[in-house]
């Protein structure tokens, strides 16, 4: 990714923090690389470099600023932007995929060989998968040094390291400061967690809706996975454990509470938050196009920062979406908590009102049929995609091909672009989707005064997914 020197020193020159994890400034002189609206003295220009990702400047020397913390920014919108391999396998990175899978399972799920992804990110990022992963571990590794009170060895193999010498080496090399130093800095400014429990602060790029998407969720929320409250929280199946989240929006960041019951889950359960709550999306940008839209304008006015809810687990996103087709927001609820209180699992130590988990693909092929309720053709289509994700001939991930998963989804009798369109706007975090088969946005359209639709919309890309927000949010708002 070509990072505009230029545009990017005089971003770093006004300390603007829009661009704060959307590229790295580097300093020759000092070798540490910050975010750009770091605090510091600006640098000359002749002695700064730009990268895409704090691995590409990991693997050219540089180490962590410790001033800024450029690694605990929002990150870049870029890899939702783009569906190409690079945003598809930075998605997954951050999703731990080489932690648990390695290189070839990061190819795997990118249909690639091993060869071709590792040059085309070092092409294009400036780093190999390999670096890239080490990057994210490092991350992983700092959230737990600073926020529990996990004896280092158990710190170095939860965030995924093969080692206590690559885990001591690394972070050395990333922080320039021991484990115990970072950690001794933590106790300065926050107690620590307890093991098991982490307290975090999620960062986002102003304005943010959290009203917004706090309501959107609440509409949604099944009985005993999600509690919406003035806060969301949520149980988690994650890849090596289950756990909890419990987040709470504040002016500039979010407060989240995760108990995990596997500490190698953390960099996976924060990825998958952030992007349910579109915490690494762009708003200026949005908000910026979209008011250039008479109708759009007095919405965007009115709820600047407006976001796309995403997901944290693929398959329950393709279920609801399938058990939501044709029938109200409020239905879709109430047959989901039915279904998820005769299939979902247990958690062995509840949290509060939040006491079991979505239902697995596996239970609903199995049983769904005995509990679902409505048109057979549809539960025999629910049961079917169930049946295809449980044996892995249907795979929906944050790293899939858009136009495969679409083509995979609508093999299936019963799902047209409606759904595999929902499907990708909120598990790929498509940012350029519109529903126009949706009666509520359609609605909210003709209250806006927008009567041909799939002309008007064509102005709002590449952000026609927050357009279908702003359209549903205004349904809302009449009925």
Not at 34 to 39: F, G, H, I, L, Q
Not at 146 to 175: C, H, K, M, W, Y
Not at 177 to 194: F, N, V, W
Not at 442 to 454: H, V
């Amino acid at each position: 990714m070509f990072v505009d020197t230029e545009r990017g020193y005089r971003a770093v020159a006004s300390r603007d923090p829009r661009f704060d994890g959307q590229f790295i400034l580097a300093v020759r002189t000092t070798g540490i690389y910050c975010r750009p609206s770091c605090p510091a003295t600006t640098p000359k220009r002749r002695n700064v470099e730009f990268y895409a990702t704090a691995a590409a400047a990991q693997a050219a020397g540089y180490r962590a600023c410790r001033r800024c913390l450029p690694d605990a920014v929002p990150g870049s919108p870029e890899w939702n932007l783009r569906a190409d391999l690079a945003g598809r396998a930075m998605r997954l990175i951050s999703d731990g995929i080489v932690e648990r899978e390695g290189v070839p399972g990061l190819a795997t799920r990118l249909g690639y060989s091993e060869r071709h992804v590792t040059r085309m990110l070092t092409a294009e990022l400036g780093a190999s998968p390999l670096a890239l992963a080490r990057a994210h571990r490092a991350h992983s590794a700092r959230l737990l040094i600073e926020t529990t009170t996990l004896p280092f060895a158990d710190v170095a193999f939860a965030a995924g390291f093969a080692s206590i010498r690559q885990f001591n080496d690394t972070i050395r090399a990333v922080f320039a400061a021991t484990p115990t130093q970072l950690r001794i800095g933590a106790k300065r400014h926050r107690p620590l967690s307890t093991a098991g429990k982490v307290n975090l602060r999620l960062a986002f790029r102003k304005p943010f809706d959290g009203t917004g998407i706090l309501d959107f969720l609440k509409a949604r929320a099944v009985k005993g996975v999600e509690e919406v409250d003035g806060s969301y929280a949520r149980t988690l199946r994650l890849p090596h454990g289950t756990g909890t989240a419990r987040l709470f929006p504040a002016e500039d960041h979010i407060d989240c509470t995760l108990r995990l019951s596997d500490m190698r889950d953390l960099g996976s359960a924060v990825s998958r938050l952030r992007r349910l709550f579109d915490l690494d999306a762009d708003p200026c940008a949005v908000d910026e196009l979209l008011s250039t839209d008479p109708a759009l304008a007095p919405s965007v006015l009115k709820t600047p920062g407006i976001r796309v809810p995403g997901s944290v687990n693929g398959p329950e996103i393709v279920l609801r979406a399938l058990i939501g087709q044709q029938i109200t927001v409020a239905a879709a609820r109430t047959a989901l908590s039915r279904l998820t209180e005769a299939l979902g699992e247990r958690l062995e130590v509840p949290d509060g009102t939040l006491t079991t988990l979505f239902p697995t693909p596996e239970a609903i092929a199995d049983h769904g049929a005995e509990v679902l309720t409505g048109p057979r053709k549809r539960i025999d289509t629910i049961v079917a995609v169930s049946a295809a994700i449980a044996s892995g001939d249907l795979d929906v991930h944050v790293g899939a091909d858009p136009d495969e998963l679409t083509a995979s989804l609508e093999k299936f009798s019963g799902i047209g672009p409606w759904t595999s369109g929902y499907v990708k706007m909120r598990v790929l975090g498509s940012p350029d989707i519109l529903l126009p088969g949706d009666v509520a946005l359609r609605k909210g359209a003709a209250s806006l005064g927008i009567t041909d639709l799939a002309t008007r919309s064509a102005a709002w890309a590449p952000w026609r997914s927050y357009a279908g927000m702003h359209l549903w949010r205004a349904d809302s708002r009449e009925s």
